[in-house]
């Protein structure tokens, strides 16, 4: 018999609707002839000790029964430590939450498709970031956004999450009254080997960095990103008015906001903040204090199912 998957549910995920709609979900993959070790979380983080514990046990399949957040916790727990193995860890993905961005970069949009892309048993070599900050380092999947970003972010969990990707255009709105153009110096490498190009110290009212395509649902944060290219995309939003703002952000949908003029995309494997300082950071869709100090792609770090 092969390695059951240890199967992490977040019962709270969805406004609790998560657990409900798992027991449906988890006879299917059973009917499919998976093996499933079922553990449901009891608090926020549990997903995180969970996946450490199971990886520490000796098992590389993983499933993430929940939203964004879900994922971002286990891979939490997974890595460092998996960051090397020579046995590469394995996570599906289903999205009975409210949150799914990172899927949408295989078209899996919902939960059919998603138990579609786990029973198919198909896996792509997906890139891992790690972000050292001054407490330690974290990993991501998704996206790491600053600025706008964040504050829109912070917006949507505190008023609008059960609305789902809705809720985050909501907050988006919101967040507009109170636009800003802080100065976050970077420095940016596009190879192992390169030194460096000058500091960027130019006020951005947001700064992401991602591995994947979508944030929010549906919207097409960095168009041209692919989670499979060993690079992030990291997308620039200079000095932009309201108006030009307001007008600008329906486009995000297409991916063509970043044709407007204030918007840059450009592609790293390692970026260097050059002035940390405390401030509120969006990672997979959570909202944390962080003093970043450094992103740096591991390419093709993880199996996902897609």
Known sequence: MSEPFVTIVNGAAGGGRCKTRW?????????????????????????????????????????????????????????????GDDEKITLGMLPLGTGNSFLRDFDIKDEESALSAITGGKTRSVDVVRAEHADGVLHYINLLGLGFTAQAGALTNDRFKPLGAAGYIAAVLVSLANLKFPIDPIRVRTSDHEDGSEADERPAALLSFSNSRYTGGAMMMAPTADVTDGYLDVIRVGKLGRGPFIATFPKIFAGTHTRHPAVEASRARHVEFLEPRAQPVMVDGEIITLTLKSLEVLPGAIEVFG
């Open 23 to 83: 027991g449906r979900a988890g006879q299917r993959l059973r009917d499919a002839g998976l093996a499933l070790d079922v553990r449901v979380t009891e608090r926020a983080g549990h997903a995180t000790e969970l996946a450490a514990q199971a990886y520490a046990d000796g098992h590389r399949r993983f499933l993430a029964v929940g939203g964004d957040g879900t994922s971002y916790e286990i891979v939490n727990g997974l890595f460092p430590r998996a960051a």
